[in-house]
Every structure is written in structure tokens, then in C-alpha cells.
């Protein structure tokens, strides 16, 4: 089974948003597979610059992605003016968990700069997990996943994440072969991650799993009790519960930090009906959760006691933090935080031209300083014939569509949808919805 507790990073950060959906459109689209000729190779292999890696597990891997048109992606790359697009292409197909595909495009990436320590990491992390998942395990996949991150780890030896990758690839090889060298190594590893950044449980974690693999109950404990106290919910933490007995005496030892647990009911809780029943039920749930703590168990980190903008209906004053104000123009909803920020909400109805209308919507915050920030900006524009009994309706209901109608919404954030509804007779209820 593959054990996904890695650290996967992006070295480009600048046109990796705009990138990505990039990536995405290209990776969704069902690509035709056509005959390539001949088998496709990582020539990357052979270089000198590179640490040494198996030609024939790179180029096993080519020729495996059958299923992918691999000269389709190398003109797409080819055209491409921004570095690191197949970077983050890979970066897309790996969380997609297309394993073959973003290691192939890792190798891409690799001949682009073949000593950046972020795709030499994220490369051996694939060829880990591509150890992990094949059937049967395939042992030169995690050597050159070993290799790959030693080399990662030499060029960038201050990088938490590279050192904590190459300790879990050391861990695995050290646990198939009963290497004592190797877990060693993989321990100074996950020490050199955790001294790097002491703030992560997953570090804490899979140290632990090298205790715990080393029969030391005492050393496990010990690093499990930090993950639980820098993350209770964290997935290598509580996949690692079951092999520690919660009695084990090294577990239960007094948890100080477990009064520190704290939802801030007080301050995050409107001052409102509503407001101070989700306080009750806030720290209901923190006795709860330091209960919890104290037992070693997971529990919910924060608990949201806010009120949130109406959907339908307004925001009765008493009852809500809050007022919504109407005109005949349009809306105005405003809902004080438990922090002291203000949430508005503004809807501004333009004149109706018949049966077309518009409407504009804006949403922000106003924090305790006096500084206002935007969330969303949405123009909508409508056309209704609900209400129309005349020779359109009529001409319509002849074909069974009787009266409808239909608006076009567009977002700040660049997300479009057409709507359209059927209303009475034959059709009623049918409604058809397009976004983008």
C-alpha cells in the first residue's frame, strides 16, 4: 500500500498558479495514443552531472506510459516560454496521483536544471512511492529514488522536507534489507529535518516509525507525544496510534501542553443569540478536546463559532450580529465577527428593461484598524418570463416550454455560469446549468 507522508515542494511559485491550469486543462483532456515508433527514453540518465541512476528503470518507465502520448507532451513543452512548466505539470499529475506520468515529467524538468534540489527531491519521491505501489515491489525504483535525494540533500542541506524524503527512502530500504547502516542514516536524517524545522509532526512521526521499527516503545513515545502536541489530526501521527498502545506508560506521561488548547470562544463568538449558543457549544467542545489531549487521542485543533452571511431571508438584529438594511435598490447585510471585523455584503439591483435586469454583488471585510478588503465582485445579468402571459409565453408553451428564465453570472475570480429554468407545466423544475 502506498503511505503517502511526504513533503512534496514547488521551486516555482511565481507562474505556478497560472501554470497549473494550464497543467490542468492538458492532463484532463483524453489524449489520443499514437504510435511513437520507437521507445520512448529519459536521455537524462546518461549525463554526468546527474547522480547515477538507472538507465533501464527510467527507460521501463517511458515505455510503460502506454496509455499517454509522450511526443504529444513534448511539443507542448517545447512551446512553452516560461521555465518550469513541466515542473509543474508534474507537480499536477503527481497530486492527480498519476505516478508514471509525473515522474516522467519530473525528468523533463531535471533536463531543464539538473541540479535543482526541489525536482531532484520531488523525482525521488515518485520513484519511492512508484517502489511502494509496484507489484511486485521493484527494488531499483527505490535505489534510484535513494541516489536522487542523496544528491537533493547534498545541493540543499538546510531543506527540512529533502531531509525527511531521504530518511523515509533510507527507512524503507533499511527495513527490507535488515540494514543497521541505513537506519542509521535514516535517523540522522529525520533529526537533521526536525532540528531544520522542529514545527512539523510529520518529522516527529516518521521518526517515530523508526522507533517503533527499532522496538524502542520509550524513543517512539517520546516523538509521538510532540506530533500529537504540533498536530493531533496529522495522517502519519494517527496512522501510527495503532502500533503504540495508548497505555503504553511512555504515552500517557502528564501532557502539560494539553492546557494550552484553546478555541477563544469568548473572542471569536459574536455577541448574539445565536452567537452565545454556538459559545456554550464552543466550550463544550473544548473541555472535549483538551479531554482528549490529555488521552493521547485526536481532536479538532479550532472550532468556528461565526455567524455566516443568509443565503435567504436577513439578519434579524438581536437574534444576529448584525442588520441587513433593505431598499428599493438593493440589499445591504452587514454581520460583526467575534474579532471585532465587519462582513459586508452589498447587492445593487439595476433598472429592469423589460424582462432583462442586472445586478451587482460585492462582498468584503472591514478589520478592527479601519481596512477594507474585497473578497468578490459579481456582476449578474437575467432574463426572466416568469411572470409574461403573452404571445412569447404562448409561442413558448406550444413546444412545452412554458414560462422560464435564465441569467449569466461572472465572478472576480474569473468563474463564469449560465443558468437557465423551465417553470410550470409539462417541464417544470427542469433546469440546466453551465460554468466554467
Not at 516560461?82 to 515522474?103: D, N, Q, S
Not at 521493484?138 to 537533493?152: C, N
Not at 517503533?212 to 502519519?236: F, S, W, Y
Not at 463559532?305 to 443568509?310: D, I, V, W
Request: charge should be negative; proline fraction near 5%.
Amino acid at each position: 500500500m502506498c503511505r503517502m507522508r511526504y513533503k512534496l515542494a514547488n521551486s516555482h511559485s511565481l507562474t505556478f498558479a497560472l501554470s497549473l491550469l494550464l497543467a490542468g486543462s492538458l492532463l484532463l483532456v483524453a489524449l489520443p495514443v499514437t504510435a511513437l515508433g520507437q521507445t520512448a527514453t529519459l536521455s537524462y540518465a546518461e549525463t554526468e552531472e546527474l547522480p547515477k541512476v538507472t538507465a533501464d528503470v527510467l527507460e521501463a518507465l517511458a515505455s510503460s506510459l502506454s496509455g499517454h502520448d509522450l511526443e504529444a507532451y513534448d511539443a507542448f513543452l517545447a512551446g512553452q516560454i516560461e521555465e518550469g512548466a513541466a515542473f509543474t505539470i508534474a507537480t499536477f499529475a503527481y497530486l492527480k496521483r498519476h505516478l508514471e506520468l509525473a515522474t516522467w515529467l519530473y525528468a523533463r524538468a531535471l533536463e531543464e536544471d539538473p541540479k535543482d534540489p526541489t525536482t531532484l527531491s520531488n523525482l525521488g519521491l515518485c520513484l519511492h512511492e512508484m517502489y511502494l505501489t509496484s507489484d511486485p515491489e521493484d527494488p531499483q525504483f527505490l535505489s534510484t529514488a535513494i541516489a536522487l535525494l542523496k544528491e537533493a540533500a547534498r545541493l540543499e542541506p538546510d531543506s527540512a522536507f529533502i531531509q525527511n524524503n531521504l530518511g523515509y527512502a533510507l527507512l524503507d530500504r533499511g527495513q527490507s534489507n535488515g540494514d543497521a547502516d541505513l537506519m542509521v542514516a535514516a535517523e540522522e536524517a529525520f533529526l537533521n529535518a526536525i532540528e531544520l524545522d522542529p514545527n512539523e509532526a510529520l518529522y516527529h512521526s516518521h521518526l517515530a516509525e523508526l522507533y517503533l521499527a527499532q522496538e524502542d516503545d520509550k524513543k517512539a513515545a517520546q516523538q509521538l507525544v510532540q506530533a500529537h502536541r504540533l498536530d493531533p489530526v496529522d495522517g502519519a501521527f494517527l496512522s501510527l496510534l495503532g502500533s503504540l498502545p495508548a497505555s503504553s506508560p511512555y504515552y500517557t506521561q502528564a501532557r502539560d501542553y494539553c492546557g494550552e488548547v484553546d478555541y477563544y470562544c469568548k473572542e471569536n463568538c459574536p455577541p448574539s443569540i445565536i452567537g452565545q449558543i454556538n459559545f456554550v457549544t464552543c466550550k463544550m467542545k473544548e473541555a472535549s478536546a483538551q479531554d482528549a489531549c490529555r488521552a493521547g487521542k485526536p481532536y479538532a485543533p479550532y472550532f468556528d463559532c461565526s455567524e455566516e452571511m443568509p443565503r435567504f431571508g436577513i439578519l434579524i438584529p438581536g437574534l444576529f450580529a448584525g442588520v441587513s438594511i433593505l431598499t428599493p435598490w438593493g440589499r445591504c447585510d452587514v454581520l460583526i465577527k467575534g474579532d471585532g471585523s465587519v462582513d459586508f455584503k452589498m447587492s445593487l439591483t439595476g433598472p429592469a428593461a423589460g424582462v432583462f435586469g442586472t445586478k451587482l454583488t460585492v462582498e468584503g471585510t472591514l478589520d478592527a484598524s479601519g481596512k477594507v478588503t474585497i473578497r468578490d465582485i459579481k456582476g449578474e445579468a437575467s432574463c426572466s418570463m416568469k411572470f409574461l402571459n403573452n404571445w412569447v409565453a404562448q409561442e413558448l408553451a406550444k413546444y412545452g416550454l412554458h414560462p422560464l428564465e435564465g441569467k449569466a453570472v461572472v465572478s472576480s475570480d474569473g468563474e463564469a455560469k449560465v443558468e437557465a429554468g423551465v417553470y410550470g407545466g409539462p417541464a417544470a423544475g427542469s433546469k440546466v446549468e453551465l460554468s466554467h
